[in-house]
């Protein structure tokens, strides 16, 4: 199972807005509204940010949204603050002989 | 309140086996399951496989079929529960921060994480 396609980096300025993509196949997330993403800082846990493509735990703020449009889903930080420099993996269920998969990984800069 | 809590960093040689614990607390447990995913340094999350801590089934990521084993500590006690992941054959490729992640039954993502423990191999 490969894993799913991110951008290395993104970036942006406080206030701005920054879109990460994450594609895979019909096999993946073009399968199944099972897409999640993850927070996480240098030397920490990943944390739980966006769950079934598009909601949001209690406590994650609303800047974070996601999509799904065909094997791509995307998450978009809008209003940038210095604590979203992290990196975020998107991860997807894969079915059941593939299990899931998790992205490779984008690193996001807030300038 | 939700907690996973990890047993402590390893140090292995090559060819050895690790077994790496994960104790969840503070929640019912006969819904859900326990993940281990394994991030190597510098590099991205990969998913290992998961264990049903309430049956012990078991379902292992393809790349890691017939070298990770999963198990679970058999006890009465509903608040409390052990997992275990133990990996053999390792190799310096097995170097990794490896973590435990709860997915409430069904739900497929992962809602809470252990602190995550570093197995080290290296002769």
């Known amino acids: 199972q490969s894993a799913l396609t991110q951008p290395p980096s993104a970036s942006g300025s406080p206030g701005q807005s920054v879109t990460i993509s994450c594609t895979g196949t019909s096999s993946d997330v073009g399968g199944y509204n099972l897409v999640s993403w993850y927070q996480q800082h240098p030397g920490k846990a990943p944390k739980l940010l966006i769950y079934?493509?598009?909601k949001r735990p209690s406590g994650v703020p609303d800047r974070f949204s996601g999509s799904k449009s065909d094997n791509t889903a995307s998450l978009t930080v809008s209003g940038l603050q210095a604590e979203d420099e992290a990196d975020y993996y998107c991860?997807?269920?894969?079915?059941?002989?593939?299990?899931?998969?998790f992205g490779t990984g984008t690193k996001v800069t807030v300038l | 309140q939700v907690h996973l809590v990890q047993s402590g960093a390893e140090v292995k040689k090559p060819g050895a086996s690790v077994k790496v614990s994960c104790k969840a607390s503070g929640y019912t447990f006969t819904a859900y399951h326990i993940h281990w995913v394994r991030q190597a340094p510098g590099q991205g999350l990969e998913w290992v496989g998961m264990i049903t801590p309430s049956t012990g089934s078991t379902y292992y990521a393809q790349n890691f079929q017939g070298r990770v084993t999963m198990t679970r500590d058999a006890t009465r006690d509903t608040s409390t529960s052990t997992v275990y992941m133990e990996l053999s054959s390792l190799g310096s490729e097995d170097t990794a921060v490896y973590y435990c992640?709860?997915?409430?039954?069904?739900?497929?993502?992962?809602?809470?994480w252990g602190q995550g423990t570093l197995v080290t191999v290296s002769s």
């Open positions: 991860n997807s269920y894969a079915g059941s002989n593939q299990g899931y998969v």
């Open positions: 992640a709860k997915e409430t039954s069904a739900t497929c993502y992962f809602d809470d």
């Open positions: 079934e493509v598009s």
